[in-house]
C-alpha cells in the first residue's frame, strides 16, 4: 500500500481543495483547463477526474476535497483502482498524513482481497507509521465487521492471544472464579450467555508499584441484544459492533506502544455477551462490586458501564497518570452528534484544552460536561446508585457520571469517549466497521506522551 520506492509510482495523484482551485487552474496548460471545463471539475468533494496522455495511458488523477478537507474521494480512489502512484498536495487543505490514511483506509476490505496499489511516501518514520496505522485499524475494523456467531469472549481474547502483534506483551489470565469475584458486574451481564465473560489485560512492559502507567480500557460487549429489556429488531440489527470501543482500545494501545518507547501501557477489556436466558439479569437486582459498591440494575440494556465500572476498579491499582476509555454507550450520544462525531468527557480542564486544540482544524470529538447535578438521576433507594437514569434524558452524561464514580482518585485525569464504531457510508464513503475517536487520540499521546 505503502513504499519509499518513488521508481515504482509514476502516476499523479493531485488532490485539490475547491477553496484553491483557481490557484491551480491557472497554473495549468490547455489541454487540463479544457478537460476540467469539459467535466465540470472544480475541486469538488469526492470528485474524481482522470486525465489521459493523448495517447489514452493515465496521466494523471485529480480528486477534489471541497470546501472541508473532504477526503472521501481519495478512500474511494483507492477502494477500487489498481496501480502506483505518488502525492501532489500543493492545492489540498489536509495535511498529507490525512490523505496517506484515507487512501489505507479506502484500500481495506473485509473477507475480500483490496486492489494492489502502492502510494510514494519519501519520510522513512512516516512510512514506518502508517505501516503500523494500517495493520493496527485493520485488525481492529475485522474485529468489529466480524459477525457474532464467530466472535465471542472466548474467541476473541484467543485470537488477541494468537495474534503476532501482542507476541511482547504481558497478559494477565483469570479464571472464571476469578472474573466473578474480581469483575462482578461484568459476570453479571455474561451470565445470560452459554460463552461466558473473558478479560483481556496486557501490558506492554512489566508495572511496578512506583510507575504510573497509561491505562487504556475498552467495552467488548461481543454481541448486545438489550437483556431482558430487549432491544427492537432494527436497534440489534448490528450490535455485533458492541465491542467497537474494545477494537479502538487495541488499536490505540498497539499504535501507543509504537509511538511511545518509554511509557508504559496497560490495556483492559472486559468481554461479555448481553444475551437473554434464565440467567439473565434483571430491573431491580442489585450487584456489588469488587471494591463494594453497590449497583442496582435499572435497565439491562446498560450493560457496557458495568463492564467499563470493573475496569475502573482494576485501572485504580495501578495508581495511572491517565485513563482513556472507548465505549459504543448510549443512543442519546448519537442523537446530539451523528455518526461521525464521538461524544467525548474529562474530568480535567488542562486535558480537555489540550484535546479541543488537536480539534481546532477538524473537529474530530465535541465534549460534553460531566454535568453533576444529573448524578441524582442514578439514584437507588436500595444500593449505592442505579446503572441508568430512567428519564429517557441526558443518557450520555448520566452513563459518563455512572463511569466516573468508580474512579477512586479524583484527581486522575480520564478521557471518556462515547463512540459508534459504525459507518454507514458517511466517513470517507465506507460502509461498517470504524473508529471514531481513534486518530485524535494517537495524536494526543504522541504529542503530550512521547
Same mark, same amino acid.
Given at each position: 500500500?505503502?513504499?519509499?520506492?518513488?521508481?515504482?509510482?509514476?502516476t499523479k495523484v493531485t488532490?485539490?481543495?475547491?477553496?484553491?482551485?483557481?490557484?491551480? /487552474? &491557472?497554473?495549468?496548460?490547455?489541454?487540463?483547463?479544457?478537460?476540467?471545463?469539459?467535466?465540470?471539475?472544480?475541486?469538488?468533494?469526492?470528485?474524481?477526474?482522470? @486525465?489521459?496522455?493523448?495517447?489514452?495511458?493515465?496521466?494523471?488523477?485529480l480528486i477534489g476535497e471541497g470546501l472541508n478537507q473532504d477526503l472521501s474521494g481519495v478512500s474511494d480512489f483507492s477502494s477500487k483502482n489498481k496501480g502506483n502512484y505518488y502525492l501532489f498536495i500543493k492545492f489540498a487543505d489536509s495535511k498529507e498524513i490525512e490523505i496517506q490514511k484515507a487512501w489505507a483506509w479506502g484500500g481495506y476490505k473485509f473477507n475480500k482481497s483490496s486492489p494492489k496499489n502502492? /502510494?510514494?511516501?519519501?519520510?522513512?518514520e512516516t512510512l514506518r507509521y502508517l505501516d503500523h496505522y494500517v495493520k493496527f485499524t485493520n485488525l481492529s475494523r475485522d474485529l468489529i465487521n466480524t459477525p457474532a456467531n464467530e466472535l465471542n469472549p472466548k474467541s476473541f481474547l484467543s485470537l488477541v492471544k494468537r495474534n503476532k502483534f501482542f507476541e511482547k506483551f504481558i497478559f494477565t489470565d483469570y479464571s472464571q472464579a476469578e472474573i466473578k469475584s474480581k469483575f462482578p458486574l461484568t459476570y453479571a451481564v455474561g451470565?445470560?450467555?452459554?460463552?461466558?465473560?473473558?478479560?483481556?489485560?496486557?501490558?506492554?512492559?512489566?508495572?511496578?508499584?512506583?510507575?504510573?502507567? @497509561?491505562?487504556?480500557? %475498552?467495552?467488548?460487549?461481543?454481541?448486545?441484544?438489550?437483556?431482558?429489556? /430487549?432491544k427492537?429488531?432494527?436497534?440489534?440489527?448490528?450490535?455485533?459492533? $458492541?465491542?467497537? %470501543?474494545? *477494537?479502538? *482500545?487495541?488499536?490505540?494501545?498497539?499504535? *501507543?506502544?509504537?509511538?511511545?518507547?518509554?511509557?508504559?501501557?496497560?490495556?483492559? /477489556?472486559?468481554? #461479555?455477551?448481553?444475551?437473554?436466558?434464565?440467567?439473565?439479569?434483571?430491573?431491580? $437486582?442489585?450487584?456489588?462490586?469488587?471494591?463494594?459498591?453497590?449497583? &442496582?440494575?435499572?435497565?439491562? $440494556?446498560? &450493560?457496557?458501564?458495568?463492564?467499563?465500572?470493573? #475496569?475502573?476498579?482494576? #485501572?485504580?491499582?495501578?495508581?495511572?497518570?491517565?485513563?482513556?476509555?472507548?465505549?459504543?454507550l448510549t443512543g442519546a450520544a448519537r442523537v446530539a452528534l451523528g455518526e461521525d462525531i464521538p461524544a467525548y468527557f474529562s474530568n480535567d480542564e488542562d486535558v480537555a484544552k489540550k484535546i479541543d486544540t488537536l480539534n481546532q482544524k477538524k473537529i474530530r470529538a465535541w465534549r460534553l460536561p460531566l454535568y453533576s447535578p444529573y448524578k441524582n438521576k442514578l439514584n437507588s433507594?436500595?444500593?449505592?446508585?442505579?446503572?441508568?437514569?430512567?428519564?429517557?434524558?441526558?443518557?450520555?452524561?448520566? *452513563?459518563?457520571?455512572? @463511569?466516573?464514580?468508580?474512579? &477512586?482518585?479524583?484527581?486522575?485525569?480520564?478521557?471518556?469517549?462515547?463512540?459508534?464504531?459504525w459507518s454507514s457510508g458517511s466517513i470517507l464513503k465506507t460502509q461498517g466497521a470504524a473508529l471514531q475517536g481513534l486518530d485524535i487520540m494517537i495524536e494526543y499521546l504522541n504529542k503530550y506522551f512521547s
Open positions: 500500500m505503502f513504499t519509499n520506492d518513488n521508481t515504482e509510482c509514476s488532490v485539490i481543495s475547491q477553496n484553491k482551485f483557481d490557484k491551480w /487552474i &491557472e497554473k495549468q496548460p490547455t489541454f487540463i483547463r479544457n478537460w476540467c471545463l469539459s467535466n465540470n471539475f472544480k475541486g469538488e468533494n469526492s470528485k474524481i477526474l482522470k @486525465i489521459p496522455y493523448p495517447d489514452g495511458r493515465l496521466k494523471e488523477v502502492l /502510494i510514494y511516501v519519501k519520510n522513512p451470565q445470560s450467555s452459554t460463552i461466558k465473560p473473558e478479560i483481556l489485560h496486557i501490558s506492554n512492559k512489566k508495572i511496578s508499584k512506583k510507575d504510573k502507567p @497509561i491505562v487504556i480500557i %475498552g467495552k467488548g460487549v461481543t454481541f448486545d441484544t438489550g437483556g431482558v429489556n /430487549i427492537p429488531g432494527n436497534s440489534m440489527r448490528n450490535m455485533k459492533k $458492541d465491542m467497537g %470501543g474494545a *477494537a479502538i *482500545a487495541i488499536s490505540l494501545f498497539l499504535m *501507543a506502544n509504537s509511538l511511545l518507547k518509554k511509557s508504559k501501557i496497560i490495556l483492559i /477489556i472486559p468481554m #461479555a455477551e448481553n444475551s437473554v436466558s434464565g440467567n439473565s439479569m434483571r430491573p431491580g $437486582d442489585i450487584y456489588t462490586s469488587s471494591n463494594g459498591k453497590k449497583v &442496582e440494575i435499572s435497565h439491562t $440494556d446498560a &450493560e457496557g458501564r458495568l463492564l467499563l465500572a470493573d #475496569a475502573m476498579e482494576l #485501572a485504580n491499582t495501578y495508581n495511572p497518570s491517565l485513563i482513556i476509555d472507548f465505549a459504543t433507594q436500595y444500593a449505592n446508585l442505579c446503572n441508568a437514569s430512567m428519564d429517557g434524558m441526558a443518557g450520555s452524561i448520566t *452513563a459518563a457520571l455512572f @463511569i466516573e464514580d468508580f474512579i &477512586e482518585n479524583k484527581k486522575t485525569p480520564w478521557i471518556h469517549f462515547d463512540t459508534y464504531a
